[in-house]
């Protein structure tokens, strides 16, 4: 996972132990406690799937994250920023991500997003 709000460009990977503050859990809160712990130990961390696309169906984020003008997280994630816990905010279904294509003038081809 690319973590681009605090360390732009840095790359994360699921079993790094490195961790994320502020923007996706609170400080403070019990689940910063746990990443820290997992840090600590050397354990990883063991990330939960939120947001579910089916199988054939690709997102890369550096796509959207690249885009003139970029894609902010809040527009697909909602408030992550004061999120407790994270959830899935918005359907993703197809049609809610063809608006979007539609609103920004970016292609709706199918074979941008099903491949």
């Known amino acids: 996972?690319?973590?681009?709000?605090?360390?732009?460009?840095?790359?994360?990977?699921?079993?790094?132990?490195?961790?994320?503050?502020?923007?996706?859990?609170?400080?403070?809160?019990?689940?910063?406690?746990?990443?820290?712990?997992?840090?600590?130990?050397?354990?990883?961390?063991?990330?939960?799937?939120?947001?579910?696309?089916?199988?054939?169906?690709?997102?890369?984020?550096?796509?959207?994250v690249n885009a003139d003008p970029p894609v902010t997280c809040q527009q697909c994630h909602g408030p992550i920023q004061e999120m407790v816990q994270v959830y899935q905010y918005a359907s993703l279904k197809m049609g809610w991500c063809l608006d979007c294509h539609k609103q920004r003038g970016v292609t709706t081809d199918c074979t941008a997003c099903h491949y």
């Open 1 to 64: 996972m690319m973590c681009f709000m605090s360390r732009p460009g840095r790359i994360l990977r699921k079993s790094s132990g490195r961790w994320c503050r502020g923007v996706y859990v609170q400080a403070g809160s019990p689940e910063v406690a746990k990443l820290r712990d997992a840090v600590t130990s050397g354990q990883s961390v063991e990330w939960v799937e939120v947001h579910r696309l089916p199988p054939f169906v690709h997102f890369p984020h550096s796509r959207h």
